[in-house]
């Protein structure tokens, strides 16, 4: 990233007392909108100098270039881009929109040798992303204590998939008794792993019946104790002949332990589901309680805090 940004001129030209001319770049976007959807975003105006309008041009399409290259190296590495450059404007000092106007001899194949240089480039944000992933990994594997025997022993209850679209080969991790679709009632926990490493601890609820409850909350009374959950997003659909069914699936932190010791060391456990009239109340049955206590076992044995 800091290759593009730092890029020296494509355009060669002779720096001269006579290149005085002033001019405003202005860069043109699109960037999410707090309300939803996206909104135009336009960045603080850049100041150019060149001795004419067109090496100004070139130089602000450059601009432009390393600056939607960025977006794209942003994307591909980190899945999203704060902002997607979509044009740009070029202010004379007479007020002009010079990237309106424009139309010199060659101006394409100028253009055209700008942006291919430009997005041959490696993206050097990516390689950072990566190069931080592998020595983060080694560090774990020398400061962690895995425990190998009991990975061994609770493997067989586990299924490990490996991601065939992430370019990082995730590994999820799920018991084999959770439910394989989303239409069933079910409650576990399940991870994912990088190289070896886990992490995203993630509980898994779902909420197959006739009628609507629209969760909003779960309250959980585990041996004679209540614990409350509140989940960020919760998800619905509905089918095979009118049958609902409504999930969330959320990340757990550390504002979560009570709750997942309790649940993976219950006696009895049941969960109310609170919609937005209506409340339904469910038990934990001892499979599943078994479940997560394994699922958070197999983390730990890996080398997982939660």
């Excluded at 060669?12 to 002033?22: F, R």
């Excluded at 899945?79 to 044009?87: A, K, L, R």
């Amino acid at each position: 990233m800091k290759k593009i940004l730092q890029l020296v001129l494509l355009i060669t030209v002779v720096t001269s007392c006579e290149q005085s001319k002033k001019y405003e770049y202005v860069e043109i976007g699109l960037k999410e909108s707090l309300f939803g959807g996206t909104e135009r975003d336009e960045k603080e105006a850049v100041t150019i100098r060149a001795k004419n309008d067109s090496i100004a041009y070139l130089e602000a399409y450059q601009k432009f270039c390393i600056s939607e290259k960025v977006s794209q190296d942003m994307k591909e590495t980190l899945g999203s881009s704060s902002s997607v450059p979509t044009d740009f404007k070029l202010i004379d000092e007479e007020g002009n929109n010079v990237a309106l106007l424009a139309n010199f001899d060659g101006i394409d194949s100028l253009k055209n040798e700008v942006r291919n240089r430009i997005f041959k480039m490696k993206n050097s944000l990516k390689e950072t992303v990566e190069n931080n992933k592998r020595e983060k990994i080694k560090d774990f594997k020398n400061t962690v204590q895995i425990d190998s025997a009991k990975i061994k022993e609770l493997d067989k209850y586990f299924t490990s998939e490996t991601d065939e679209f992430d370019p990082n080969a995730l590994v999820w991790h799920k018991p084999k008794s959770a439910p394989k679709y989303t239409n069933r009632n079910g409650i576990y926990c399940y991870f994912q792993s990088n190289d070896g490493m886990p992490s995203n601890l993630r509980l898994r609820m779902q909420y197959h019946a006739d009628d609507w409850l629209f969760i909003q909350k779960v309250q959980f009374s585990i041996d004679g104790k209540a614990y409350e959950f509140i989940p960020r997003d919760t998800e619905t659909d509905s089918g095979n002949g009118g049958r609902i069914w409504e999930w969330f699936d959320e990340g757990m932190g550390k504002s979560n332990t009570e709750l997942l010791n309790a649940l993976a060391n219950a006696k009895s456990a049941k969960m109310k589901l609170i919609g937005r009239q209506y409340y339904k109340v469910k038990t934990i049955t001892n499979n599943q309680i078994r479940d997560i206590k394994r699922s958070l076992d197999l983390y730990k044995a890996m080398g997982g805090t939660y």
